[in-house]
């Protein structure tokens, strides 16, 4: 089927998990991560390295890139790890995941976390090795601070030799949920990745299209499209290929031969809600529910008091809480403190879900306005599904079946 393709020519190129050979507009990044390997590949403990950015900047593939890098340099001490958080995601997981990467014969026998400390201890004592762990999505281990904690205890334990942490996140509000000891560990060095402009991207998805695509066609005009949808989306490299994909796939689905700006619009649609979807599917329950109230109260307006400027609802702050705990109550569950509430209003703006305003002085004495920044019915149907569930129950996949990306 995929040989009869009129539009494509290679669809592994245009998937997420591929690592493209050649990263544009990095060299940078890719330089300060070198510089940062650099003593470690010496035989030197190096400094430790942060790396932030926001979703889609580049953050795995440079690291992947540079690890490539490193894998062929010969008679270097340093021995690599990069460990996805999202699958090992606690202290143990990740200890068992570097053991298994350096010493498999030790790796899956059973042992528990001082066991594979003290065998990681003595197999980078041996012949004074560097051990540069790589931890992706670092945010997502459950334990971090134990994590980082027996990381750096290792280098005081040992006589020769060291470990060198790389953390990459896209969180913002990390920082402020760890020990003030983790935190000084890993922003030892900090590597801040920045969005992409519409013109990187368009470079970036040229590129793609001229592997992945059968030539010509794809109109230039459909690339900026997508290119510039993505700019505004937060400069997300990934969302660009995502849509580019999509769109080819609606030209394909519609026996057109050309990829145009009208499937680079519908695809761009549908990839937008399959984004808020996703985002909402990993929403921790209490801030599901509070967004719900926001999506009920901005469809109904009802009796509650809203604020419109002719074309923008704000709801307040106050209204939102009250009907979230009547929600909570409906489906019994203990509605959190205002305190947590606030939290949870401030995690669904960084999600870019909700923005919210102080009011000023004037409306209520001071109080905070919030707008639903997705479509309404949409929203509530969608959160209707995820709260009081949809029919068939979501089964999470089995850790294991998980592919490493
Ligand atoms: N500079 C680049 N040149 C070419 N392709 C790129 C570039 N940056 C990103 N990409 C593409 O975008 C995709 C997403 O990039 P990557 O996974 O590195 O982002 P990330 O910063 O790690 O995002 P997240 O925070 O969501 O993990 C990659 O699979 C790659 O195909
Ligand atoms: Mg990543």
Redesign the pocket.
Known sequence: MLADSSIFANREVLS?H???Q?????EREINNIEKALAPSLKGNRGRNLFVY??????????LKYVIEEVKGIPNTRARISYVNCRIYNSRFRVLNKIIGDHIPTYARRGYGAVDLYEKLTTWIEEDNKILVVVL??VDLVKDLDDLIYTLTRINSDIKAGGVTIIG?S?KVSFKEELDPRSLSTLYETELV?APYYATEIYA?LK?RVGAGFKKDVVDDDAIHYIAAAAAKEGGD??FS?KVLTRAGEIAEERGHQRVTVKEAEDALKISENEIVYDVIATLPEHQKIVLYAVAMLTQSGGSYKKLTDGVDTYLFSGEVYHRYKSISEGIHKDAKSERWYRKYLSELEMQGLIVSYESGKGIRGHTKLIKLLYPTKKMCDVLEKEIFGGGEEKTPAPEDAKAEV
Request: include cysteine; charge should be positive; glycine fraction near 10%.
């Open positions: 997420p591929y690592t493209p050649k990263l544009l507009y990095r950015g926001k979703t889609g900047t580049g953050k795995t593939s440079c992706d999505e990459i896209n990745f970036i590129d490299a990934r290929l």
